[in-house]
């Protein structure tokens, strides 16, 4: 059965309510709400490793740019089918990384901060992301310090929590407090394998506000003092093991009652079901070649 088969009783797309099958749910687990999200996605027509700017990549190793079109289309039909609306930026050719949308920016209110990247292999995917920002309505605020949008830019509530350390600058911190006029919390990021926040982080309760906002993460992706930080912050979070957040199971689309996760992240899962979350497993372990996974495909639109 396939994560996105109709007949599992744990899919239920545009529920607002948990799932039927309870049976691995804990009895104390708190009613979820799903709610409408509108995301950004780019078909990997042109999708191949060239290059290494991350652990994941070895250029070496043939991909299969077919492969990567079927598992991003299972992806695209799981958010379709949970009844969110998800529109398309065009492939260019030349820029296999472009089908990492988190990466091209990072909305609130119909503002888009665009994305300064920071290696030279994917700097014309900013402006590319910008436009399209801009023809479809969006306020676009262009970058004047180097950051990787949503890959290290992640809305909890009303706070931005913000990471640094081997991708985004902390100058780009202040940037994004001078732009939304919200409260930004700086997390760094100290081992490669995570090297965009949204590797190390999965945003469960983002609609909420802050009093039930919650997040999952595994702390060995940052340093002591952002590690305290979260425990103050969350200290009802989910703490991934490092074998889960190692395959990008954290990397990760929640709606508030179902969450997109990497299929093998099983532990995850687990925890999830054990918290009232509908999680539901995809196969994108090719575009994972290019360190990339659910979340990494996906960039929310708030108007």
Not at 37 to 57: A, Q
Not at 260 to 282: H, M, S, T
Request: net charge negative.
């Amino acid at each position: 059965m396939t994560a996105i088969d109709s007949t599992d009783a744990r899919f239920r797309p545009g529920s607002r309510e948990r799932a039927s099958d309870t049976s691995a749910e804990s009895d104390t687990a708190p009613r979820r709400v799903s709610s409408h999200r509108t995301y950004l996605m780019c078909r990997p027509e042109h999708f191949t490793v060239s290059y290494r700017i991350n652990p994941w990549m070895h250029p070496q190793e043939p991909t299969d740019t077919r492969k990567a079109v079927e598992q991003w289309t299972t992806l695209y039909e799981t958010f379709v089918r949970l009844g969110h609306d998800v529109h398309l930026i065009d492939p260019i050719p030349g820029l296999p990384d472009m089908v990492y949308t988190a990466n091209g920016g990072f909305i609130i209110d119909g503002v888009a901060y665009g994305a300064l990247f920071t290696y030279p292999q994917r700097a014309p995917e900013g402006p590319a992301f910008m436009e399209w920002f801009g023809q479809n309505g969006f306020r676009v605020v262009e970058p004047k310090q180097v950051n990787e949008g949503e890959g290290d830019i992640l809305l909890v509530g009303t706070r931005i929590l913000a990471g640094t350390g081997f991708r985004s600058s902390v100058e780009s911190h202040r940037e994004l407090a001078e732009v939304f006029g919200r409260e930004v919390v700086t997390l760094k990021l100290v081992d490669p394998r995570f090297y965009h926040l949204d590797t190390a982080i999965a945003v469960l309760d983002p609609l909420d506000g802050d009093e039930n906002a919650n997040i999952g993460y595994v702390p060995a992706a940052f340093d002591e003092a952002s590690r305290r930080k979260l425990e103050e912050l969350y200290p009802d979070a989910v703490i991934v093991s490092e074998e889960d957040a190692g395959i990008l199971g954290l990397n990760s689309i929640s709606d508030g009652y179902n969450v997109v996760i990497a299929k093998r992240a099983v532990g995850f899962e687990k925890q999830l079901r054990e918290r009232g979350y509908n999680p539901i497993g995809v196969d994108l372990s090719e575009l994972l070649r290019g360190g990339g996974g659910v979340k990494c495909c996906t960039l929310e639109l708030r108007r």
